[in-house]
């Protein structure tokens, strides 16, 4: 299993706030996917990345995938607390395209 | 619409006991597949299946059993629960392999 590391672990924030969160392997994937979770229910995707150097948008938040496809970040401008949840990165492994998920990045936007 | 159905959605065990965790998805999914999440070890996958009557192995298959009668339903199986295995259960579907992953809401399971 090739690990994905997700930092930082746990990040609290005032409403209004940019935040930075990564994810980071040390070998190639070929894509990488973001999940978020709220509590309570299950991972919901919001975006895959495939292409080096790629920057994804998604209303306020924004996804990049490195160029040599080892790491990603999510930027998150003005976090809002509907933003709270936990972010996971996954990849894919094996010729059966099983999720491999990073321990995740806990997110909390007060208001 | 239902997408992934996971029952029961709380369940508490004796030790050695013996329970199953049941999964249905209404999207055709061929692949399906169980994760256990735990606090600071993220999602972990038990077994997975590519269509029905295949299964195999993740990366935590001891303590669980899994099986896959028809495309729609894929259940979990602990034989002898131990205290180890208490956790928070997800059940996930896809289509293709570059296809989105759908999860279920969950199933938290606690062992004394």
């Known amino acids: 299993t090739q690990l994905l590391e997700q930092s930082p672990q746990f990040l609290s924030i005032q409403e209004g706030e940019n935040l930075t969160v990564y994810c980071n392997s040390s070998?190639?994937?070929?894509?990488l996917q973001w999940y978020r979770q709220e509590p309570g229910e299950g991972p919901v995707l919001l975006v895959t990345?495939?292409?080096?150097?790629e920057v994804k948008k998604l209303k306020r938040l924004t996804f990049q995938f490195g160029d040599a496809r080892k790491d990603s970040s999510l930027h998150i401008t003005a976090a809002q607390p509907g933003d709270t949840g936990l972010y996971l990165c996954?990849?894919?492994?094996?010729?059966?395209?099983?999720?491999?998920f990073g321990k995740g990045t806990k997110l909390s936007v007060k208001p | 619409n239902a997408g992934v159905t996971q029952t029961p959605e709380f369940q508490v065990l004796k030790t050695g006991q013996s329970m199953t965790l049941q999964c249905a998805q209404d999207?055709?999914?061929?692949?399906m597949s169980w994760y256990r999440q735990d606090p600071g070890m993220g999602l972990r996958l038990i077994h997975y299946s590519v269509g029905a009557g295949i299964t195999d192995q993740g990366e935590v298959p001891n303590g669980y059993n899994v099986s896959r009668s028809t495309t729609e339903d894929f259940p979990l199986r602990l034989l002898s629960a131990a205290p180890s295995q208490t956790s928070v259960y997800f059940c996930?579907?896809?289509?293709?392999?570059?296809?989105?992953?759908?999860f279920g809401d969950g199933t938290r399971l606690s062992i004394l």
């Open positions: 996930a579907s896809r289509g293709r392999a570059n296809q989105p992953q759908h």
């Open positions: 070998s190639v994937f070929s894509s």
């Open positions: 999207m055709n999914h061929e692949y």
């Open positions: 990345v495939v292409t080096g150097g």
């Open positions: 996954a990849r894919r492994q094996g010729s059966q395209g099983n999720l491999i």
